[in-house]
Protein backbone atom coordinates (compact mmCIF):
# COMPACT_ATOMS: atom_id res chain seq x y z
CA UNK A 1 0.00 0.00 0.00
CA UNK A 2 2.43 2.46 0.75
CA UNK A 3 5.03 1.47 -1.19
CA UNK A 4 2.05 1.94 -4.68
CA UNK A 5 1.62 5.24 -2.86
CA UNK A 6 5.67 6.14 -2.97
CA UNK A 7 5.35 4.97 -6.73
CA UNK A 8 2.84 7.04 -7.78
CA UNK A 9 3.96 10.45 -5.94
CA UNK A 10 7.61 9.16 -7.59
CA UNK A 11 5.43 9.19 -10.76
CA UNK A 12 3.92 12.30 -10.50
CA UNK A 13 7.23 13.65 -9.50
CA UNK A 14 8.76 12.78 -12.66
CA UNK A 15 6.27 13.62 -14.84
CA UNK A 16 6.28 17.14 -12.88
CA UNK A 17 9.89 17.57 -13.67
CA UNK A 18 9.31 16.60 -17.20
CA UNK A 19 6.54 19.47 -17.83
CA UNK A 20 8.92 22.08 -15.93
CA UNK A 21 11.73 21.12 -18.40
CA UNK A 22 9.58 21.55 -21.46
CA UNK A 23 8.08 24.81 -20.02
CA UNK A 24 11.73 26.05 -19.19
CA UNK A 25 13.21 25.50 -22.66
CA UNK A 26 10.37 26.97 -24.11
CA UNK A 27 10.88 29.83 -22.34
CA UNK A 28 14.28 29.88 -23.56
CA UNK A 29 13.47 29.66 -27.05
CA UNK A 30 10.94 32.55 -26.37
CA UNK A 31 13.03 34.74 -24.91
CA UNK A 32 15.91 34.71 -27.72
CA UNK A 33 12.99 35.42 -30.49
CA UNK A 34 11.79 38.59 -27.77
CA UNK A 35 15.69 39.43 -27.98
CA UNK A 36 15.12 39.59 -31.78
CA UNK A 37 12.15 41.04 -32.19
CA UNK A 38 13.22 43.75 -29.98
CA UNK A 39 16.05 44.52 -32.04
CA UNK A 40 14.67 44.94 -35.04
CA UNK A 41 11.69 46.24 -33.90
CA UNK A 42 13.84 49.06 -32.24
CA UNK A 43 15.84 49.87 -35.56
CA UNK A 44 13.01 50.25 -37.62
CA UNK A 45 11.38 52.36 -35.23
CA UNK A 46 14.12 54.61 -34.92
CA UNK A 47 15.59 54.06 -38.40
CA UNK A 48 12.37 54.88 -40.18
CA UNK A 49 12.03 58.35 -38.88
CA UNK A 50 15.69 59.29 -40.21
CA UNK A 51 15.41 58.32 -43.87
CA UNK A 52 15.38 60.13 -46.86
CA UNK A 53 16.46 60.37 -50.40
CA UNK A 54 18.78 63.31 -49.62
CA UNK A 55 20.00 61.10 -46.96
CA UNK A 56 20.70 58.00 -49.14
CA UNK A 57 22.46 59.86 -51.55
CA UNK A 58 24.60 62.24 -49.64
CA UNK A 59 27.83 62.52 -47.94
CA UNK A 60 28.95 63.05 -44.80
CA UNK A 61 28.60 66.41 -43.34
CA UNK A 62 29.67 68.34 -40.10
CA UNK A 63 27.49 67.76 -37.19
CA UNK A 64 24.35 70.34 -38.01
CA UNK A 65 24.63 70.42 -41.38
CA UNK A 66 22.60 66.98 -42.67
CA UNK A 67 24.81 64.89 -44.58
CA UNK A 68 24.27 61.05 -45.85
CA UNK A 69 25.60 57.79 -46.69
CA UNK A 70 25.22 57.92 -50.28
CA UNK A 71 29.39 57.38 -50.29
CA UNK A 72 28.99 54.47 -47.77
CA UNK A 73 26.72 52.49 -49.46
CA UNK A 74 28.50 53.08 -52.97
CA UNK A 75 31.99 52.19 -50.44
CA UNK A 76 29.98 48.98 -49.40
CA UNK A 77 28.82 47.86 -53.10
CA UNK A 78 32.18 48.24 -54.09
CA UNK A 79 33.45 46.19 -51.43
CA UNK A 80 31.35 43.73 -51.31
CA UNK A 81 32.05 43.27 -55.63
CA UNK A 82 35.23 43.16 -54.78
CA UNK A 83 35.51 41.03 -51.99
CA UNK A 84 33.14 38.28 -54.04
CA UNK A 85 34.93 38.84 -56.81
CA UNK A 86 38.08 37.36 -55.34
CA UNK A 87 36.14 35.30 -52.47
CA UNK A 88 33.51 33.55 -54.15
CA UNK A 89 35.64 31.82 -57.39
CA UNK A 90 38.40 30.78 -54.40
CA UNK A 91 36.28 29.61 -51.54
CA UNK A 92 34.03 27.60 -54.56
CA UNK A 93 37.05 26.00 -55.73
CA UNK A 94 38.20 24.43 -52.33
CA UNK A 95 34.47 23.57 -51.89
CA UNK A 96 34.81 21.37 -55.01
CA UNK A 97 38.10 20.10 -54.27
CA UNK A 98 37.72 19.28 -50.58
CA UNK A 99 33.71 17.63 -51.65
CA UNK A 100 35.46 15.71 -55.12
CA UNK A 101 38.80 14.88 -53.90
CA UNK A 102 38.46 15.14 -50.23
CA UNK A 103 39.48 12.04 -48.72
CA UNK A 104 43.35 12.01 -48.13
CA UNK A 105 45.54 13.29 -44.96
CA UNK A 106 45.96 16.83 -46.86
CA UNK A 107 42.16 17.42 -47.86
CA UNK A 108 41.50 16.63 -44.25
CA UNK A 109 43.93 19.46 -42.98
CA UNK A 110 42.50 21.53 -45.41
CA UNK A 111 39.34 20.85 -43.92
CA UNK A 112 40.17 21.14 -40.87
CA UNK A 113 41.67 24.77 -41.69
CA UNK A 114 38.61 25.67 -43.57
CA UNK A 115 36.64 25.10 -40.17
CA UNK A 116 39.31 26.78 -38.04
CA UNK A 117 39.32 29.63 -40.16
CA UNK A 118 35.79 30.54 -39.92
CA UNK A 119 36.39 30.97 -36.17
CA UNK A 120 39.03 33.05 -36.76
CA UNK A 121 38.17 36.77 -35.35
CA UNK A 122 38.01 38.83 -38.21
CA UNK A 123 39.61 42.03 -36.72
CA UNK A 124 42.73 39.36 -36.58
CA UNK A 125 42.28 39.16 -40.79
CA UNK A 126 42.34 42.94 -40.58
CA UNK A 127 45.59 42.99 -39.01
CA UNK A 128 46.93 40.64 -40.91
CA UNK A 129 45.71 42.44 -44.53
CA UNK A 130 47.52 45.77 -42.70
CA UNK A 131 50.27 43.99 -42.07
CA UNK A 132 51.26 42.62 -46.22
CA UNK A 133 49.14 45.44 -47.85
CA UNK A 134 48.31 48.46 -45.87
CA UNK A 135 51.95 49.29 -44.74
CA UNK A 136 53.91 48.07 -48.33
CA UNK A 137 51.57 50.20 -49.54
CA UNK A 138 51.97 52.78 -47.28
CA UNK A 139 48.26 54.01 -47.03
CA UNK A 140 44.58 52.57 -46.52
CA UNK A 141 42.76 51.27 -49.39
CA UNK A 142 39.78 49.54 -51.24
CA UNK A 143 41.62 47.16 -51.89
CA UNK A 144 42.95 45.78 -48.66
CA UNK A 145 39.45 46.51 -47.46
CA UNK A 146 38.04 43.97 -50.48
CA UNK A 147 40.53 41.37 -49.77
CA UNK A 148 40.14 41.22 -46.10
CA UNK A 149 36.53 40.75 -46.68
CA UNK A 150 37.01 38.21 -48.86
CA UNK A 151 39.52 36.37 -46.44
CA UNK A 152 36.50 36.29 -44.21
CA UNK A 153 34.24 35.12 -47.42
CA UNK A 154 36.68 32.14 -48.80
CA UNK A 155 36.16 29.42 -45.47
CA UNK A 156 31.89 30.02 -45.57
CA UNK A 157 31.60 29.41 -48.96
CA UNK A 158 34.39 26.80 -49.62
CA UNK A 159 32.60 24.74 -46.21
CA UNK A 160 28.45 25.39 -48.06
CA UNK A 161 29.75 24.28 -51.43
CA UNK A 162 31.77 21.14 -49.87
CA UNK A 163 28.03 20.36 -48.38
CA UNK A 164 26.33 21.26 -50.89
CA UNK A 165 28.21 19.38 -53.86
CA UNK A 166 28.08 16.15 -51.32
CA UNK A 167 24.50 16.64 -51.40
CA UNK A 168 24.60 15.46 -55.09
CA UNK A 169 23.57 11.37 -55.71
CA UNK A 170 26.86 9.39 -57.33
CA UNK A 171 24.30 7.52 -59.80
CA UNK A 172 24.65 11.30 -61.46
CA UNK A 173 28.70 10.99 -61.63
CA UNK A 174 28.64 7.58 -62.56
CA UNK A 175 26.42 7.84 -65.42
CA UNK A 176 27.96 10.85 -66.56
CA UNK A 177 31.25 8.52 -67.06
CA UNK A 178 29.49 5.77 -68.03
CA UNK A 179 29.06 7.99 -71.41
CA UNK A 180 32.40 8.34 -71.44
CA UNK A 181 32.88 11.98 -70.00
CA UNK A 182 36.17 12.94 -68.40
CA UNK A 183 36.25 13.70 -64.45
CA UNK A 184 36.77 16.81 -65.04
CA UNK A 185 33.82 17.43 -67.09
CA UNK A 186 31.52 15.50 -64.93
CA UNK A 187 32.50 17.78 -62.54
CA UNK A 188 31.70 20.80 -64.35
CA UNK A 189 29.46 20.29 -66.65
CA UNK A 190 26.97 17.64 -64.20
CA UNK A 191 27.56 17.73 -60.46
CA UNK A 192 28.40 21.65 -60.20
CA UNK A 193 25.05 22.57 -62.06
CA UNK A 194 23.25 19.80 -59.92
CA UNK A 195 24.77 21.87 -56.64
CA UNK A 196 24.36 25.35 -58.51
CA UNK A 197 21.10 26.40 -56.78
CA UNK A 198 23.26 25.18 -53.24
CA UNK A 199 25.98 27.16 -53.69
CA UNK A 200 24.37 30.47 -54.63
CA UNK A 201 22.45 30.13 -51.27
CA UNK A 202 25.61 29.85 -49.38
CA UNK A 203 27.24 32.38 -51.82
CA UNK A 204 23.88 34.88 -51.07
CA UNK A 205 24.58 34.25 -47.05
CA UNK A 206 28.24 34.79 -46.95
CA UNK A 207 28.04 38.01 -48.74
CA UNK A 208 25.25 38.98 -46.43
CA UNK A 209 27.65 38.05 -43.58
CA UNK A 210 30.61 39.83 -44.45
CA UNK A 211 27.99 43.21 -45.62
CA UNK A 212 27.40 43.69 -41.68
CA UNK A 213 31.40 43.33 -41.15
CA UNK A 214 32.90 45.99 -39.53
CA UNK A 215 36.36 44.85 -37.69
CA UNK A 216 38.41 43.86 -41.03
CA UNK A 217 37.59 47.39 -42.49
CA UNK A 218 38.50 49.97 -39.56
CA UNK A 219 42.36 49.39 -40.45
CA UNK A 220 42.36 48.50 -44.29
CA UNK A 221 39.49 50.07 -46.24
CA UNK A 222 39.70 52.74 -43.61
CA UNK A 223 36.85 54.70 -44.58
CA UNK A 224 36.62 57.95 -46.38
CA UNK A 225 33.96 61.44 -46.28
CA UNK A 226 33.93 61.58 -49.90
CA UNK A 227 32.69 59.12 -53.12
CA UNK A 228 35.59 57.09 -54.32
CA UNK A 229 35.59 54.49 -57.11
CA UNK A 230 39.61 53.93 -57.04
CA UNK A 231 40.72 51.01 -55.51
CA UNK A 232 43.97 52.44 -54.06
CA UNK A 233 42.11 54.88 -52.32
CA UNK A 234 40.67 54.59 -48.59
CA UNK A 235 37.20 54.21 -48.85
CA UNK A 236 33.68 54.62 -46.95
CA UNK A 237 31.37 51.65 -45.98
CA UNK A 238 28.22 51.01 -44.21
CA UNK A 239 29.75 49.68 -41.03
CA UNK A 240 32.30 51.52 -40.58
CA UNK A 241 29.69 54.37 -40.80
CA UNK A 242 27.52 53.33 -38.18
CA UNK A 243 30.41 52.90 -35.74
CA UNK A 244 31.89 56.24 -36.38
CA UNK A 245 28.02 58.10 -35.92
CA UNK A 246 27.39 55.82 -33.14
CA UNK A 247 30.42 56.54 -30.62
CA UNK A 248 30.03 60.19 -31.55
CA UNK A 249 28.81 62.06 -29.00
CA UNK A 250 26.40 64.15 -31.40
CA UNK A 251 22.41 63.20 -30.78
CA UNK A 252 21.92 64.37 -34.72
CA UNK A 253 24.70 61.74 -35.79
CA UNK A 254 23.18 59.07 -33.63
CA UNK A 255 19.93 59.40 -35.35
CA UNK A 256 22.27 58.58 -38.88
CA UNK A 257 23.62 55.39 -37.07
CA UNK A 258 20.11 54.35 -36.94
CA UNK A 259 18.83 55.45 -40.45
CA UNK A 260 22.74 53.43 -41.70
CA UNK A 261 21.20 50.58 -39.37
CA UNK A 262 17.90 50.31 -41.32
CA UNK A 263 19.48 50.44 -44.70
CA UNK A 264 22.31 47.55 -43.61
CA UNK A 265 19.86 45.52 -41.86
CA UNK A 266 16.90 45.93 -44.72
CA UNK A 267 20.15 44.35 -46.59
CA UNK A 268 21.01 41.37 -44.72
CA UNK A 269 17.60 40.52 -43.85
CA UNK A 270 16.35 40.42 -47.14
CA UNK A 271 19.10 38.43 -48.24
CA UNK A 272 18.36 36.05 -45.70
CA UNK A 273 14.52 35.44 -45.82
CA UNK A 274 15.20 35.25 -49.45
CA UNK A 275 17.71 32.01 -49.33
CA UNK A 276 15.37 30.95 -46.61
CA UNK A 277 12.41 30.77 -48.93
CA UNK A 278 14.30 29.59 -51.93
CA UNK A 279 15.80 26.52 -50.06
CA UNK A 280 12.32 25.66 -48.21
CA UNK A 281 11.00 25.07 -51.69
CA UNK A 282 14.27 22.91 -53.11
CA UNK A 283 15.21 20.49 -50.05
CA UNK B 1 31.03 3.24 -51.05
CA UNK B 2 33.12 2.60 -48.56
CA UNK B 3 33.64 -1.17 -49.35
CA UNK B 4 34.57 -0.58 -53.48
CA UNK B 5 38.25 0.07 -52.26
CA UNK B 6 40.87 0.42 -55.49
CA UNK B 7 43.11 -2.54 -55.89
CA UNK B 8 46.09 -0.30 -57.70
CA UNK B 9 46.45 3.53 -56.70
CA UNK B 10 47.13 5.95 -59.41
CA UNK B 11 49.73 8.64 -58.62
CA UNK B 12 47.18 11.22 -58.26
CA UNK B 13 45.95 8.89 -55.55
CA UNK B 14 49.26 9.09 -53.78
CA UNK B 15 49.44 12.13 -53.91
CA UNK B 16 46.20 12.67 -52.24
CA UNK B 17 44.38 13.82 -55.06
CA UNK B 18 41.96 11.44 -55.25
CA UNK B 19 38.91 10.00 -53.41
CA UNK B 20 38.12 7.23 -50.95
CA UNK B 21 34.76 6.54 -52.19
CA UNK B 22 35.00 6.65 -55.78
CA UNK B 23 36.30 3.33 -57.57
CA UNK B 24 35.88 4.43 -60.54
CA UNK B 25 38.27 7.51 -60.20
CA UNK B 26 41.29 5.39 -59.90
CA UNK B 27 40.42 2.44 -61.63
CA UNK B 28 38.77 4.80 -65.16
CA UNK B 29 40.35 7.69 -64.68
CA UNK B 30 43.16 8.14 -67.30
CA UNK B 31 46.28 9.16 -65.72
CA UNK B 32 47.05 10.23 -68.98
CA UNK B 33 43.85 12.69 -69.16
CA UNK B 34 45.19 16.19 -69.42
CA UNK B 35 41.80 18.07 -68.96
CA UNK B 36 41.69 15.86 -65.37
CA UNK B 37 45.52 16.83 -64.79
CA UNK B 38 44.86 20.33 -65.12
CA UNK B 39 41.56 20.43 -63.40
CA UNK B 40 42.74 18.50 -60.21
CA UNK B 41 45.89 20.50 -60.07
CA UNK B 42 43.85 23.95 -60.52
CA UNK B 43 41.64 22.70 -57.14
CA UNK B 44 44.60 21.50 -55.47
CA UNK B 45 46.58 24.89 -55.66
CA UNK B 46 43.64 26.84 -54.41
CA UNK B 47 43.43 24.34 -51.40
CA UNK B 48 46.79 24.38 -51.05
CA UNK B 49 46.80 28.14 -51.24
CA UNK B 50 44.21 28.40 -48.61
CA UNK B 51 46.70 26.59 -46.58
CA UNK B 52 49.46 28.99 -47.50
CA UNK B 53 47.29 32.03 -46.61
CA UNK B 54 47.34 30.76 -43.02
CA UNK B 55 50.74 30.26 -42.68
CA UNK B 56 51.46 33.31 -44.26
CA UNK B 57 49.40 35.20 -41.66
CA UNK B 58 50.76 33.71 -38.86
CA UNK B 59 53.74 34.28 -40.04
CA UNK B 60 53.48 38.07 -41.11
CA UNK B 61 52.02 38.91 -37.92
CA UNK B 62 55.16 37.39 -35.67
CA UNK B 63 57.94 39.38 -37.84
CA UNK B 64 55.72 42.63 -36.64
CA UNK B 65 55.65 41.51 -33.44
CA UNK B 66 59.11 41.46 -33.35
CA UNK B 67 60.19 44.67 -31.69
CA UNK B 68 57.61 43.99 -29.24
CA UNK B 69 58.26 40.25 -27.90
CA UNK B 70 62.63 41.64 -27.86
CA UNK B 71 61.69 44.25 -25.64
CA UNK B 72 58.83 42.97 -23.21
CA UNK B 73 59.40 39.24 -24.12
CA UNK B 74 57.03 36.96 -21.83
CA UNK B 75 56.35 40.02 -19.56
CA UNK B 76 54.19 41.41 -22.42
CA UNK B 77 51.81 38.69 -20.94
CA UNK B 78 52.09 39.39 -17.15
CA UNK B 79 52.57 43.62 -17.21
CA UNK B 80 49.36 45.56 -16.57
CA UNK B 81 51.24 48.69 -17.31
CA UNK B 82 49.67 49.68 -21.02
CA UNK B 83 50.92 53.31 -21.59
CA UNK B 84 52.00 54.50 -25.41
CA UNK B 85 53.18 57.21 -24.19
CA UNK B 86 56.25 55.98 -21.74
CA UNK B 87 56.83 53.22 -24.48
CA UNK B 88 55.42 50.44 -21.75
CA UNK B 89 52.70 48.15 -23.33
CA UNK B 90 51.61 44.95 -21.22
CA UNK B 91 48.67 42.94 -22.09
CA UNK B 92 47.60 41.78 -19.14
CA UNK B 93 44.07 44.26 -18.59
CA UNK B 94 43.19 42.97 -21.68
CA UNK B 95 43.79 39.54 -21.54
CA UNK B 96 41.53 39.55 -18.39
CA UNK B 97 39.29 41.47 -19.48
CA UNK B 98 38.57 39.39 -22.76
CA UNK B 99 38.35 36.61 -20.45
CA UNK B 100 36.15 37.50 -18.08
CA UNK B 101 33.52 38.65 -20.36
CA UNK B 102 33.78 35.87 -22.24
CA UNK B 103 33.16 33.43 -19.49
CA UNK B 104 30.06 36.01 -18.32
CA UNK B 105 28.96 35.76 -21.69
CA UNK B 106 29.16 31.50 -21.63
CA UNK B 107 27.64 31.65 -17.93
CA UNK B 108 24.57 33.36 -19.40
CA UNK B 109 24.70 31.88 -22.96
CA UNK B 110 25.25 28.16 -22.44
CA UNK B 111 21.89 27.45 -20.23
CA UNK B 112 20.18 29.78 -22.53
CA UNK B 113 21.14 27.66 -25.88
CA UNK B 114 20.69 24.34 -23.94
CA UNK B 115 17.46 25.04 -23.54
CA UNK B 116 16.55 26.48 -27.21
CA UNK B 117 18.02 23.81 -28.97
CA UNK B 118 16.39 20.98 -26.65
CA UNK B 119 13.32 22.69 -27.78
CA UNK B 120 13.87 23.16 -30.90
CA UNK B 121 14.93 19.49 -31.07
CA UNK B 122 13.05 17.54 -28.48
CA UNK B 123 9.94 18.72 -27.72
CA UNK B 124 8.61 21.33 -29.98
CA UNK B 125 6.34 20.33 -32.53
CA UNK B 126 7.84 20.56 -35.80
CA UNK B 127 5.28 23.36 -37.00
CA UNK B 128 6.54 25.40 -34.18
CA UNK B 129 10.73 24.27 -34.25
CA UNK B 130 10.91 25.14 -38.05
CA UNK B 131 10.03 29.02 -37.60
CA UNK B 132 11.50 29.35 -34.14
CA UNK B 133 14.77 27.77 -35.36
CA UNK B 134 14.80 30.64 -38.02
CA UNK B 135 14.20 33.34 -35.55
CA UNK B 136 16.87 32.52 -33.97
CA UNK B 137 19.62 31.58 -36.92
CA UNK B 138 18.61 35.23 -37.53
CA UNK B 139 20.25 36.39 -34.76
CA UNK B 140 23.28 35.40 -35.88
CA UNK B 141 22.55 37.28 -39.03
CA UNK B 142 22.80 40.71 -37.33
CA UNK B 143 26.38 42.22 -37.40
CA UNK B 144 28.22 42.81 -34.57
CA UNK B 145 28.40 46.47 -35.29
CA UNK B 146 24.56 46.56 -34.65
CA UNK B 147 24.80 44.70 -31.69
CA UNK B 148 26.86 47.42 -30.31
CA UNK B 149 24.50 50.34 -31.16
CA UNK B 150 21.79 48.27 -29.86
CA UNK B 151 23.51 47.94 -27.04
CA UNK B 152 24.98 51.84 -25.96
CA UNK B 153 21.71 53.18 -26.63
CA UNK B 154 19.02 50.72 -25.36
CA UNK B 155 20.54 47.56 -23.53
CA UNK B 156 23.18 49.48 -21.31
CA UNK B 157 20.72 52.26 -20.22
CA UNK B 158 18.36 49.31 -19.29
CA UNK B 159 20.42 47.29 -17.31
CA UNK B 160 22.16 50.90 -15.49
CA UNK B 161 18.31 51.49 -14.30
CA UNK B 162 16.89 47.96 -13.68
CA UNK B 163 19.28 45.29 -13.15
CA UNK B 164 22.35 46.63 -12.30
CA UNK B 165 20.97 48.62 -9.34
CA UNK B 166 18.75 45.35 -8.03
CA UNK B 167 22.31 43.26 -8.30
CA UNK B 168 24.02 45.69 -6.59
CA UNK B 169 21.12 45.38 -3.61
CA UNK B 170 21.07 42.07 -3.38
CA UNK B 171 24.67 40.57 -4.17
CA UNK B 172 26.60 44.23 -3.19
CA UNK B 173 28.16 41.93 -0.70
CA UNK B 174 30.03 40.69 -3.67
CA UNK B 175 33.25 42.19 -5.07
CA UNK B 176 31.73 41.61 -8.51
CA UNK B 177 28.52 43.87 -7.74
CA UNK B 178 30.46 47.16 -6.17
CA UNK B 179 31.32 50.42 -7.32
CA UNK B 180 29.77 52.89 -10.37
CA UNK B 181 27.01 51.58 -12.11
CA UNK B 182 27.30 53.71 -15.14
CA UNK B 183 25.57 50.53 -17.65
CA UNK B 184 29.11 50.81 -19.58
CA UNK B 185 31.10 47.93 -18.22
CA UNK B 186 32.23 44.57 -17.69
CA UNK B 187 28.75 43.26 -17.27
CA UNK B 188 26.57 45.01 -20.31
CA UNK B 189 30.09 43.57 -22.94
CA UNK B 190 29.51 40.09 -21.26
CA UNK B 191 25.32 40.21 -21.66
CA UNK B 192 26.04 41.35 -25.38
CA UNK B 193 28.19 39.07 -26.08
CA UNK B 194 26.22 36.58 -24.53
CA UNK B 195 22.96 37.43 -26.95
CA UNK B 196 25.61 36.87 -30.03
CA UNK B 197 27.11 33.92 -29.25
CA UNK B 198 23.57 31.91 -28.42
CA UNK B 199 22.66 31.33 -31.64
CA UNK B 200 26.18 29.75 -32.58
CA UNK B 201 26.06 27.07 -29.67
CA UNK B 202 22.12 26.83 -30.44
CA UNK B 203 23.00 25.76 -34.13
CA UNK B 204 25.75 23.21 -33.02
CA UNK B 205 23.75 21.73 -29.88
CA UNK B 206 21.00 21.57 -32.53
CA UNK B 207 23.34 19.56 -35.05
CA UNK B 208 24.75 17.57 -32.04
CA UNK B 209 21.58 16.37 -30.64
CA UNK B 210 19.67 15.92 -34.32
CA UNK B 211 22.92 13.35 -34.78
CA UNK B 212 22.45 11.07 -31.98
CA UNK B 213 20.20 8.14 -33.15
CA UNK B 214 16.47 7.94 -32.81
CA UNK B 215 17.08 4.41 -31.44
CA UNK B 216 18.57 6.01 -28.18
CA UNK B 217 15.04 8.00 -27.53
CA UNK B 218 13.28 5.16 -28.76
CA UNK B 219 14.97 2.82 -26.01
CA UNK B 220 14.48 5.32 -23.19
CA UNK B 221 10.82 5.95 -23.86
CA UNK B 222 9.92 1.94 -23.82
CA UNK B 223 11.72 1.80 -20.41
CA UNK B 224 9.10 4.25 -19.29
CA UNK B 225 11.34 7.36 -19.42
CA UNK B 226 9.40 10.88 -19.23
CA UNK B 227 10.39 12.97 -22.04
CA UNK B 228 12.80 15.17 -19.78
CA UNK B 229 14.44 12.02 -18.83
CA UNK B 230 14.42 10.95 -22.70
CA UNK B 231 15.91 14.29 -23.30
CA UNK B 232 18.62 13.64 -20.64
CA UNK B 233 19.57 10.26 -22.39
CA UNK B 234 20.30 12.19 -25.81
CA UNK B 235 22.35 14.82 -23.70
CA UNK B 236 23.98 12.37 -21.96
CA UNK B 237 24.70 10.85 -25.93
CA UNK B 238 26.30 14.29 -27.37
CA UNK B 239 28.17 15.33 -23.93
CA UNK B 240 31.51 15.25 -26.33
CA UNK B 241 29.30 17.33 -29.23
CA UNK B 242 27.81 19.95 -26.46
CA UNK B 243 31.25 20.65 -24.91
CA UNK B 244 32.31 21.43 -28.45
CA UNK B 245 29.73 23.53 -29.10
CA UNK B 246 30.08 25.66 -25.65
CA UNK B 247 33.90 25.46 -27.01
CA UNK B 248 33.23 27.24 -30.07
CA UNK B 249 31.01 29.80 -28.57
CA UNK B 250 34.24 30.55 -26.20
CA UNK B 251 36.35 31.14 -29.17
CA UNK B 252 33.45 33.11 -30.87
CA UNK B 253 33.34 35.48 -27.62
CA UNK B 254 36.70 35.41 -27.36
CA UNK B 255 37.30 37.39 -30.48
CA UNK B 256 34.02 39.00 -31.05
CA UNK B 257 34.80 43.19 -31.71
CA UNK B 258 33.03 45.64 -32.30
CA UNK B 259 29.81 44.90 -29.87
CA UNK B 260 32.22 44.73 -26.93
CA UNK B 261 34.37 47.70 -28.22
CA UNK B 262 31.43 49.96 -28.02
CA UNK B 263 29.69 48.83 -24.62
CA UNK B 264 32.65 47.62 -22.16
CA UNK B 265 34.18 51.15 -21.58
CA UNK B 266 37.72 50.51 -22.77
CA UNK B 267 39.86 51.61 -19.85
CA UNK B 268 43.02 49.01 -19.56
CA UNK B 269 42.53 47.88 -15.69
CA UNK B 270 41.80 44.87 -14.00
CA UNK B 271 38.99 45.18 -11.53
CA UNK B 272 37.03 42.98 -9.79
CA UNK B 273 33.64 44.72 -10.10
CA UNK B 274 31.57 43.09 -13.37
CA UNK B 275 30.30 46.88 -13.18
CA UNK B 276 33.57 48.87 -13.89
CA UNK B 277 34.90 49.45 -17.50
CA UNK B 278 37.21 46.60 -18.83
CA UNK B 279 38.70 46.59 -22.33
CA UNK B 280 39.49 43.27 -24.20
CA UNK B 281 42.19 42.24 -26.79
CA UNK B 282 40.03 42.85 -29.61
CA UNK B 283 38.63 45.86 -28.49
CA UNK B 284 41.59 47.61 -28.09
CA UNK B 285 43.12 46.71 -31.64
CA UNK B 286 40.01 48.50 -33.08
CA UNK B 287 40.72 51.24 -31.07
CA UNK B 288 44.53 51.95 -31.35
CA UNK B 289 45.95 50.49 -34.47
CA UNK B 290 44.97 53.12 -36.85
CA UNK B 291 46.32 55.28 -33.75
CA UNK B 292 49.77 53.40 -33.30
CA UNK B 293 52.16 55.61 -33.33
CA UNK B 294 55.69 53.98 -33.48
CA UNK B 295 57.37 51.20 -33.72
CA UNK B 296 57.02 49.91 -30.88
CA UNK B 297 53.54 50.41 -30.29
CA UNK B 298 52.58 49.29 -32.99
CA UNK B 299 54.44 45.87 -33.00
CA UNK B 300 52.77 45.88 -29.76
CA UNK B 301 49.23 45.83 -30.95
CA UNK B 302 50.10 43.36 -33.64
CA UNK B 303 51.34 40.73 -31.18
CA UNK B 304 47.87 40.92 -29.70
CA UNK B 305 46.49 40.04 -32.88
CA UNK B 306 48.93 37.11 -33.11
CA UNK B 307 47.75 35.55 -29.55
CA UNK B 308 44.12 36.42 -30.79
CA UNK B 309 44.56 34.71 -34.00
CA UNK B 310 46.38 31.12 -31.65
CA UNK B 311 43.99 31.68 -29.16
CA UNK B 312 40.95 31.05 -30.91
CA UNK B 313 42.67 28.88 -33.28
CA UNK B 314 43.83 26.57 -30.56
CA UNK B 315 39.95 26.95 -29.43
CA UNK B 316 38.50 26.32 -32.43
CA UNK B 317 40.32 23.62 -33.11
CA UNK B 318 39.66 21.73 -30.15
CA UNK B 319 35.47 22.42 -30.45
CA UNK B 320 36.01 21.33 -34.11
CA UNK B 321 37.26 17.73 -32.75
CA UNK B 322 34.99 17.54 -30.32
CA UNK B 323 32.18 17.89 -32.73
CA UNK B 324 33.29 16.26 -35.11
CA UNK B 325 34.09 13.31 -33.08
CA UNK B 326 29.94 12.98 -32.75
CA UNK B 327 29.22 13.27 -35.85
CA UNK B 328 31.19 10.58 -36.92
CA UNK B 329 30.57 8.22 -34.31
CA UNK B 330 26.89 8.72 -34.86
CA UNK B 331 27.85 8.29 -39.11
CA UNK B 332 25.64 11.20 -39.92
CA UNK B 333 27.21 14.64 -41.07
CA UNK B 334 26.14 17.96 -40.21
CA UNK B 335 24.21 19.19 -43.22
CA UNK B 336 20.88 17.68 -42.09
CA UNK B 337 18.92 19.32 -39.11
CA UNK B 338 15.92 17.81 -37.15
CA UNK B 339 12.77 20.04 -36.65
Known amino acids: MTSDTQTK ?117 GVFVYTILVLPMRQFSALAGGIALALVMIPIIARTTEEMIRLV ?115 | MRNLQPNAPTPAAAQGASARSWNWRRTLAPTGNTGDTVFRSILFACAFILLLIVIIMIGAMAVNSLPSLRAFGFGFLTSQEWNPIAGKFGALPFIYGTILSSLLALFISVPLSLGIAIFLVEQAPRALARPVGFLVELLAAIPSVVYGLWGIFVLAPALRETVEPSLARWFG ?85 MAVTMVIGNRAQISASLFEPSYTIASVLANEFTEATGELYLSALIELGLILFLVTFTVNGVARLLVWSVAHRAGGSSVGRAG
Open chain 2, 173 to 257: WLPFFQGNITGIGLFTGGIILAIMITPIITAVVRDVLAAVPVSQREAAFALGATKWETTRVVLTNGAAGIAGAIILGLGRAIGET
Open chain 1, 9 to 125: TAANRRRITSSVMTTLTATCAFFAVTVLVLIIGYIALRGLGAINLQFLTDTPKPVGEGGGIGNAILGSLILLLLSSVIGLPFGIAVGIYLAEFGAGRFAGLIRFVTDTLTGVPSIVV
Open chain 1, 169 to 283: PTSLREGALALGAPQWRVTTGVVLPAAASGIATGAMLAVARVSGETAPLLFTAFGSRFFNVYLDQPIASLTVQIYNYAISPYDEWHAMAWAATLVLMTLILAINILVRFFTRKKI
